[in-house]
């Protein structure tokens, strides 16, 4: 089975999706439905999903390149550090 898998992919075939994808994918659903909320800071969603910041973040920084979501407001904490309020781009185009 090991090497019919192998093959495919020399076939250029792709390959199957790895359960680390999977994880990511669920992940990415779980942030674009909490924005669908409306707008939260990064520390907000990693509270809510229980996920940590670096991985919010990462996923955060996917969907700003590919114009899924934005951050044009920013808060001020306590320490006076300007924090990035995260916004759908379009909530009807991301179904």
């Known amino acids: 089975m090991e090497g019919l898998s192998y093959q495919r992919i020399q076939d250029g075939a792709q390959p199957d999706t790895t359960s680390g994808d999977i994880l990511i994918m669920q992940d990415t659903n779980r942030i674009l439905n909490c924005l669908r909320g409306g707008p939260m800071t990064t520390i907000e969603m990693a509270c809510t999903l229980h996920l940590t910041m670096n991985r919010i973040?990462?996923?955060?920084?996917?969907?700003?390149?590919?114009?899924?979501?934005?951050?044009?407001?920013?808060?001020?904490?306590?320490?006076?550090?300007?924090?990035?309020?995260?916004?759908?781009?379009?909530?009807?185009?991301?179904?």
Do not use: F, G, M
Request: proline fraction near 3%; avoid cysteine.
């Open 57 to 95: 973040q990462s996923i955060l920084n996917e969907l700003a390149a590919q114009r899924s979501i934005y951050a044009r407001r920013w808060v001020t904490d306590a320490s006076d550090n300007q924090i990035p309020l995260w916004e759908l781009e379009d909530a009807d185009s991301i179904a």
